[in-house]
C-alpha cells in the first residue's frame, strides 16, 4: 500500500481506490505519484469513480485516439 507518501492520506477513499488502480494499469506515459493523485482528483471531478469507470474512461480515450 502506499500509505508512506504523507499527501495519499488526502484522497478520499474513493479517490484512493482509483490511485490503486491507475497505478496498476499500464499506460504509455509516465505519471509521478503526485501526477497521479491530480489526475485521480480531476476525474472524479468529472464523474469517475470507481476502477471499473477509470478503465472505461482509458479505453474511450484509446479508442478516440485512434480515430
Known sequence: MLTDWHWYKDLT???RSLYEELVQI?????LSPRECKQ???????IGVRTPKE???????????KDD
Open 54 to 64: 477509470l478503465r472505461e474512461w482509458f479505453r474511450a480515450l484509446a479508442e478516440a
Open 39 to 45: 489526475l485521480v482528483k480531476g476525474l472524479t471531478r
Open 13 to 15: 477513499d474513493e479517490q
Open 26 to 30: 499500464e499506460t504509455e506515459i509516465y
